[in-house]
């Protein structure tokens, strides 16, 4: 009785188990068959593909587009305008502004992209000018389209590539090689002709900042320049930069009896001897080593042998500086060691005086007031109440200091210029302590008129240079007139040591590889004594200026890659090095790109040869270099693309033959003997930088 009990509750059980299986199956069924019926209606809804679609390439998520003014936008150009070239107007398509990068995964299920693209006739200016635009079509790293470089009104060119098997495809704008000014290029009726999936648009890949540069050894490393000038019988200040644990000890040997070294600190002061040459060995000795190095001094009339190095305040801190910022930007520059490695000037720029007025630029009314007194002397702002000592505290580090001025009645901020006290302020400047002057051109056009001739341009700076020369102080002049009247060829001529080739390089940050082309074409003007100035490293946390407010500081766009090709670059040309970041957030990332002494070296090459720069049969790819002293070469491998690279340097491009040592600079390592060429996989935006040395 129990057991026949046990089966029938057995059979019961079995039964409502097998019931509620069959029924499980059935709702999940159904459930299923819901969410297909669901999903298939979304589908349709949206107009996606399943299988085989053709995707309109406005209907991406356009916000992943990077570019170089304002944003993509769909069926529009890109200040908002109907999509429109050469009176053609399109009502599909995508508005963007050179240089524009649209990025698309495939996942190699795509089989054709077709298309037309050209300027939008909106980026013509009233005089009748507008953009020029060059397009390309790259996929997976190969450029699979090419067009010809189109102005507005050119009609828009057709593309069609065949994607098959590729997995990224990139839709590049860039400027026709005038600039980025009007750029306004549109791709139209695109479409991607899917196998199947989807196309997605994707942001640039995301990079780790790792610091390449070794930390510094405890054991003594002198660095810096190995040569440098100064003017018989003005007064001589040299901190040795020394890397190395410390207390640290210093020795000079055959330094001129005018001058001497303070052994702890390493600062050479006194008064410069006459004319002519001295060599100097320069020892440093800690408790972990001992090294020497041989320091040329060069008595005469050339300053800057080698390329200035130091900080400037006016991307990080713009018109909200103040003497305390500075000042603190001095320790700093002792504190991280930057001034171990050659970092020398510590530089004020705009605001320090008083504006006359509050304007656009100058909102801060603590900054305006007398800009001179009853004799005509410059009245610093009340941020600055004691230049003399700004400059004295600098010089008690064994750095030197710098200031900023216009040759225009005021500056770009409407503080006071120069126009009118050229005499007086040089003479103001020198007995302030000052070592280094920025001349600016802001309002000087009212002087000089919308469009001076070659002698107006170079008169305010040939003014300013012979004062400056005639004080007993060594000044270094830097102009900043943007590159007017190419610059470059009578810099020098006005007794300027750098100046600027083009305008702020804020606005151009992600164009660096280009506008260091720009200055690798200007080498033959680059050397002892006069630097092309391609304006400032922009690296770490720097501001940024939009419209007439300046932006406080903040991480830099730049991509870790690109902040190294920034530092490789101007080491290479070689250009002026000054950091014009917030000192105060410097970190090790940063340091280590600003404080690699063998980078700097190259930078410091007495030689001070300009890099050349050979082309390389990928168009994206390059190489710059530059001849050093000791017989080497600093190789640059560079790759503007947007996909990661293998760059080759033969030893034919090099005119070189035979074994050579290859060193990567970066890393500081040794990376063996090559006979015939060297490789490396370089980033997307990236530099490599190698010195190569003959073995005997
Ligand atoms: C600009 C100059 C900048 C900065 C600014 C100050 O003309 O290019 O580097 O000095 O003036 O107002």
């Not at 069959?22 to 159904?30: E, G, K, S, V, Y």
């Not at 930057?338 to 510590?346: E, N, T």
């Not at 810099?491 to 600027?500: D, F, K, P």
């Not at 992600?510 to 400032?536: E, F, Q, S």
């Given at each position: 009785?129990?057991?026949?009990?046990?089966?029938?509750?057995?059979?019961?059980?079995?039964?409502?188990?097998?019931?509620?299986?069959?029924?499980?199956?059935?709702?999940?069924?159904?459930?299923?068959?819901?969410?297909?019926?669901?999903?298939?209606?979304?589908?349709?809804?949206?107009?996606?593909?399943?299988?085989?679609?053709?995707?309109?390439?406005?209907?991406?998520?356009?916000?992943?587009?990077?570019?170089?003014?304002?944003?993509?936008?769909?069926?529009?150009?890109?200040?908002?305008?109907?999509?429109?070239?050469?009176?053609?107007?399109?009502?599909?398509?995508?508005?963007?502004?050179?240089?524009?990068?649209?990025?698309?995964?495939?996942?190699?299920?795509?089989?054709?992209?077709?298309?037309?693209?050209?300027?939008?006739?909106?980026?013509?200016?009233?005089?009748?000018?507008?953009?020029?635009?060059?397009?390309r079509?790259i996929g997976d790293g190969r450029t699979l389209?090419k067009?010809?470089?189109?102005?507005?009104?050119?009609?828009?060119?057709?593309?069609?590539?065949?994607?098959?098997e590729i997995r990224q495809?990139l839709?590049i704008?860039s400027?026709?090689?005038?600039?980025?000014?009007?750029?306004?290029?549109?791709?139209?009726?695109?479409?991607?002709?899917?196998?199947?999936?989807?196309?997605?648009?994707?942001?640039?890949p995301?990079e780790q900042?790792i610091r390449l540069t070794p930390?510094?050894?405890?054991?003594?490393r002198?660095?810096?320049?190995k040569?440098?000038?100064?003017?018989?019988?003005?007064?001589?200040?040299?901190?040795?930069?020394?890397?190395?644990?410390?207390?640290?000890?210093?020795?000079?040997?055959?330094?001129?009896?005018?001058?001497?070294?303070?052994?702890?600190?390493?600062?050479?002061?006194?008064?410069?001897?006459?004319?002519?040459?001295?060599?100097?060995?320069?020892?440093?000795?800690?408790?972990?080593?001992?090294?020497?190095?041989?320091?040329?001094?060069?008595?005469?009339?050339?300053?800057?042998?080698t390329p200035?190095?130091?900080?400037?305040?006016?991307?990080?801190?713009?018109?909200?500086?103040?003497?305390?910022?500075?000042?603190?930007?001095?320790?700093?520059?002792?504190?991280?060691?930057?001034?171990?490695?050659?970092?020398?000037?510590?530089?004020?720029?705009?605001?320090?005086?008083?504006?006359?007025?509050?304007?656009?630029?100058?909102?801060?009314?603590?900054?305006?007031?007398?800009?001179?007194?009853?004799?005509?002397?410059?009245?610093?702002?009340?941020?600055?109440?004691?230049?003399?000592?700004?400059?004295?505290?600098?010089?008690?580090?064994?750095?030197?200091?710098?200031?900023?001025?216009?040759?225009?009645?005021?500056?770009?901020?409407?503080?006071?210029?120069?126009?009118?006290?050229?005499?007086?302020?040089?003479?103001?400047?020198?007995?302030?302590?000052?070592?280094?002057?920025?001349?600016?051109?802001?309002?000087?056009?009212?002087?000089?008129?919308?469009?001076?001739?070659?002698?107006?341009?170079?008169?305010?700076?040939?003014?300013?240079?012979?004062?400056?020369?005639?004080?007993?102080?060594?000044?270094?002049?830097?102009?900043?007139?943007?590159?007017?009247?190419?610059?470059?060829?009578?810099?020098?001529?006005?007794?300027?040591?750098?100046?600027?080739?083009?305008?702020?390089?804020?606005?151009?940050?992600?164009?660096i590889l280009d506008i260091a082309l720009k200055n690798a074409a200007l080498g033959p003007?680059n050397g002892?004594?006069?630097?092309?100035?391609?304006?400032?490293?922009?690296?770490?946390?720097?501001?940024?200026?939009?419209?007439?407010?300046?932006?406080?500081?903040?991480?830099?766009?730049?991509t870790p890659a690109e902040q190294y090709s920034f530092m490789s670059l101007w080491c290479l040309l070689p250009a002026?090095?000054?950091?014009?970041?917030?000192?105060?957030?410097?970190?090790?990332?940063?340091?280590g790109i600003?404080?690699n002494p063998e980078m700097i070296e190259v930078n410091q090459d007495a030689l001070g040869k300009a890099a050349r720069v050979v082309r390389l049969e990928e168009e994206d790819t390059f190489l710059m270099i530059k001849e050093l002293e000791d017989g080497s070469q600093a190789v640059g491998l560079c790759n503007r693309g947007e996909c990661e690279f293998q760059v080759t340097a033969t030893w034919s491009q090099l005119s070189i033959t035979g074994r050579q040592s290859v060193r990567d600079l970066w890393r500081q390592q040794d990376l063996g003997v090559f006979t015939k060429a060297f490789s490396t996989i370089v980033p997307r935006h990236g530099v490599a930088v190698m010195k190569i040395t003959p073995l005997q």
């Amino acid at each position: 009785m129990k057991t026949d009990k046990i089966i029938e509750i057995e059979f019961v059980r079995r039964m409502s188990f097998r019931v509620i299986r069959t029924l499980f199956f059935w709702i999940n069924n159904r459930v299923s068959m819901i969410r297909y019926i669901w999903l298939m209606t979304v589908l349709a809804v949206l107009n996606l593909p399943v299988r085989g679609e053709s995707v309109a390439l406005s209907s991406l998520d356009l916000t992943q587009i990077s570019q170089g003014w304002g944003q993509a936008k769909k069926n529009l150009s890109c200040t908002g305008g109907k999509l429109l070239i050469a009176g053609e107007e399109f009502e599909d398509g995508v508005g963007t502004h050179a240089y524009s990068v649209i990025r698309i995964d495939l996942d190699g299920r795509a089989d054709r992209f077709r298309a037309r693209c050209g300027v939008d006739d909106g980026s013509k200016n009233p005089q009748g000018k507008g953009g020029t635009v060059a397009f390309r079509v790259i996929g997976d790293g190969r450029t699979l389209w090419k067009g010809s470089v189109m102005s507005v009104g050119d009609r828009a060119q057709h593309v069609d590539v065949d994607l098959k098997e590729i997995r990224q495809l990139l839709l590049i704008a860039s400027d026709g090689g005038d600039g980025l000014n009007s750029d306004h290029a549109n791709w139209v009726e695109a479409r991607l002709e899917m196998a199947s999936g989807l196309p997605r648009m994707v942001p640039p890949p995301q990079e780790q900042a790792i610091r390449l540069t070794p930390k510094p050894g405890p054991e003594p490393r002198i660095n810096g320049p190995k040569i440098y000038g100064a003017r018989p019988g003005n007064p001589f200040l040299y901190r040795v930069p020394c890397t190395g644990s410390h207390p640290m000890t210093f020795v000079a040997n055959g330094l001129p009896v005018s001058l001497r070294l303070d052994p702890d600190s390493g600062i050479i002061t006194g008064t410069t001897p006459a004319g002519g040459e001295y060599d100097v060995i320069l020892t440093a000795k800690n408790n972990a080593g001992q090294t020497q190095r041989a320091f040329k001094i060069v008595a005469g009339d050339t300053l800057a042998l080698t390329p200035p190095m130091g900080y400037n305040h006016w991307y990080a801190h713009f018109n909200r500086i103040k003497d305390a910022m500075m000042r603190q930007a001095a320790d700093i520059m002792i504190s991280s060691g930057m001034a171990d490695v050659g970092y020398q000037f510590v530089n004020v720029d705009d605001c320090w005086m008083n504006a006359a007025g509050v304007s656009r630029y100058m909102t801060d009314e603590t900054r305006v007031g007398p800009t001179r007194d009853e004799n005509g002397n410059i009245v610093p702002n009340r941020h600055f109440p004691d230049m003399k000592g700004l400059a004295d505290y600098i010089h008690a580090k064994g750095l030197k200091a710098g200031l900023y001025t216009s040759p225009g009645v005021s500056t770009c901020t409407g503080c006071a210029g120069s126009y009118g006290h050229e005499v007086q302020d040089a003479q103001q400047f020198a007995r302030w302590g000052f070592d280094f002057l920025k001349y600016d051109w802001c309002s000087y056009s009212r002087v000089a008129g919308r469009d001076p001739d070659l002698d107006a341009m170079m008169t305010p700076y040939r003014l300013m240079g012979e004062e400056l020369k005639k004080q007993k102080r060594d000044i270094v002049l830097n102009l900043c007139q943007y590159g007017m009247g190419e610059v470059w060829k009578w810099g020098r001529m006005v007794e300027g040591h750098s100046w600027r080739t083009s305008g702020d390089l804020g606005f151009e940050l992600n164009r660096i590889l280009d506008i260091a082309l720009k200055n690798a074409a200007l080498g033959p003007w680059n050397g002892p004594g006069g630097w092309n100035d391609p304006d400032y490293l922009q690296i770490g946390w720097i501001g940024a200026q939009q419209g007439q407010t300046f932006q406080p500081p903040h991480p830099c766009p730049l991509t870790p890659a690109e902040q190294y090709s920034f530092m490789s670059l101007w080491c290479l040309l070689p250009a002026p090095l000054f950091y014009s970041g917030d000192m105060t957030r410097l970190d090790d990332f940063t340091i280590g790109i600003l404080c690699n002494p063998e980078m700097i070296e190259v930078n410091q090459d007495a030689l001070g040869k300009a890099a050349r720069v050979v082309r390389l049969e990928e168009e994206d790819t390059f190489l710059m270099i530059k001849e050093l002293e000791d017989g080497s070469q600093a190789v640059g491998l560079c790759n503007r693309g947007e996909c990661e690279f293998q760059v080759t340097a033969t030893w034919s491009q090099l005119s070189i033959t035979g074994r050579q040592s290859v060193r990567d600079l970066w890393r500081q390592q040794d990376l063996g003997v090559f006979t015939k060429a060297f490789s490396t996989i370089v980033p997307r935006h990236g530099v490599a930088v190698m010195k190569i040395t003959p073995l005997q």
